[in-house]
């Protein structure tokens, strides 16, 4: 399988396309990847250096990737923080012509804004942009509850207002949604859930709540969910596997005490996910 996968990069840590290329690679699957800004690290230190790349920089590092003739090896497109509203253009652009190469080729769009704690995180022009233009050209979205909420202009909070505001998201265009945080008030205790939804059916997964603050972890939940989908064609097989993984990777960087996610010394859980959750289908 062969991803071109738009985002960030940081040389410190690991968020973005420096958090989804080496779980998408220790599953066997090529990666080609764009960056949209090279930062030294995240945003969530609240100083960095580095560039901002600019739409037509990207552009130009796609159109020279299309130049030798291979985007109708692309299988998926997955794109994730945009860093400047223009690079949506860029991104659709990227999608279009890789989906004329390869109609069979998907596109995911983890739609990166903010959650519920922090509030929006972006450039404010970006969220609209995300919703107006970019989430109805995507075949699957991986936003958090906050993010979903956003999208379809609901609070979803229960079991029922978040598979409604999913339903309201596919009628936007894609046909999977993944849920990567449900916070549903009679879940029990210490536990946090994701979901997946698709017209066919809805399915749960429920983990221990780790109390620590993981930046990156949803640009690798998008990764894996979005090669487990390709591979098994079974959203709730997807769920499964990207649910095992992320959770040992999360327990992993807790257990060591560092802030950067754990990606290389994790690497076992992406390529044997230990399958430890039971997934449960609520619709």
């Not at 265009?173 to 009679?186: C, Q």
């Not at 997946?196 to 059916?201: P, Y």
């Not at 560092?258 to 990606?263: G, P």
Request: one cysteine or more; glycine letters at 8%; hydrophobic letters at 40%.
């Amino acid at each position: 399988m062969k991803i071109l996968s738009i985002q960030s990069s940081v040389a410190y840590g690991h968020v973005g396309n420096s958090a989804a290329v080496f779980p998408l690679q220790r599953l066997g699957h090529e990666v080609w990847p764009v960056f949209t800004v090279h930062f030294s690290n995240h945003t969530g230190y609240g100083a960095w250096r580095g560039p901002l790349l600019s739409p037509d920089d990207v552009r130009e590092v796609i159109t020279g990737i299309e130049e030798r003739g291979v985007l109708g090896q692309v299988d998926a497109v997955l794109s994730g923080y945009q860093g400047g509203a223009g690079i949506a253009d860029v991104i659709l652009d990227a999608v279009a012509r890789v989906k004329a190469a390869n109609p069979a080729a998907t596109y995911t769009c983890d739609p990166v804004m903010g959650n519920a704690k922090s509030g929006c995180f972006v450039d404010l022009a970006i969220p609209p942009v995300i919703r107006e233009r970019v989430v109805p050209k995507a075949d699957v979205i991986t936003p958090n509850q906050f993010e979903l909420g956003f999208l379809t202009g609901t609070e979803p909070d229960d079991l029922g207002s978040t598979l409604d505001a999913a339903d309201a998201a596919m009628a936007m265009g894609p046909s999977t949604v993944l849920v990567t945080s449900v916070e549903r008030p009679d879940r029990p205790a210490d536990t946090l859930e994701m979901m997946a939804v698709t017209a066919e059916g809805a399915w749960l997964a429920q983990t221990p709540y780790l109390p620590f603050k993981a930046n990156g972890s949803g640009d690798v939940t998008a990764a894996l969910f979005t090669a487990h989908l390709h591979e098994t064609g079974s959203p709730a097989d997807a769920l499964a596997r990207t649910t095992s993984s992320v959770f040992d990777l999360l327990q992993n960087t807790l257990d060591s005490g560092e802030r950067e996610l754990r990606l290389i010394e994790s690497q076992h859980t992406f390529a044997e996910p230990r399958m430890q959750f039971e997934v449960t289908q609520v619709r």
